[in-house]
């Protein structure tokens, strides 16, 4: 067990969320998965506790009802990207730990966050969504 963490790309209309819906609740077996990853890291906990601390601000301000931040689609805006990219360039991803987590590996996945952020730009040029998603 550990902190697995996905970001992928959808259209506009579709998430993977929207895909598990219609394969599990509504019990489509054709249901086509319409995501694209984009990026997983393995242990990355303090890239998971900036995206916890954007899922609960965003959580404030629209007034989701989560308990916590595990198997959250968390939707990335290109605001939200630009952002990444600074703390990743300084430094500036939050200290996090969890039973889970592992240690810090900011440095182990740099290039690779700095790959995430350039791919997920592009995405969002192309009028498409991006998302972050993680399950400890």
């Known amino acids: 067990m550990g902190l697995d963490q996905y970001a992928y790309a959808a259209s506009k209309a579709n998430s993977k969320n929207e895909y598990y819906k219609e394969k599990y609740e ?10 694209t990853e ?3 890291w ?11 601390k954007l ?8 007034n989701i009802d989560a308990p916590m931040f595990n198997g959250i689609e968390l939707e990335l805006t290109f605001d939200d990207i630009v952002k990444l990219e600074e703390d990743i360039k300084n430094g ?5 730990s969890g ?5 810090n590996s900011d440095d182990y996945y740099k290039a690779q966050d700095l790959e995430f952020v350039y791919e997920a ?10 998302f972050y998603n993680s399950s400890w």
């Open 26 to 35: 509504r019990g489509n077996e054709n249901a086509v998965d319409p995501t």
């Open 38 to 40: 984009l990026a997983y």
């Open 42 to 52: 393995r242990k990355h906990p303090n890239l998971h506790g900036w995206m916890e």
């Open 55 to 62: 899922w609960r601000d965003k959580k404030d301000q629209h």
């Open 92 to 96: 500036n991803l939050p200290a996090t």
């Open 99 to 103: 039973f889970f987590f592992g240690s």
């Open 121 to 130: 730009k592009s995405r969002l040029f192309l009028g498409q969504k991006v």
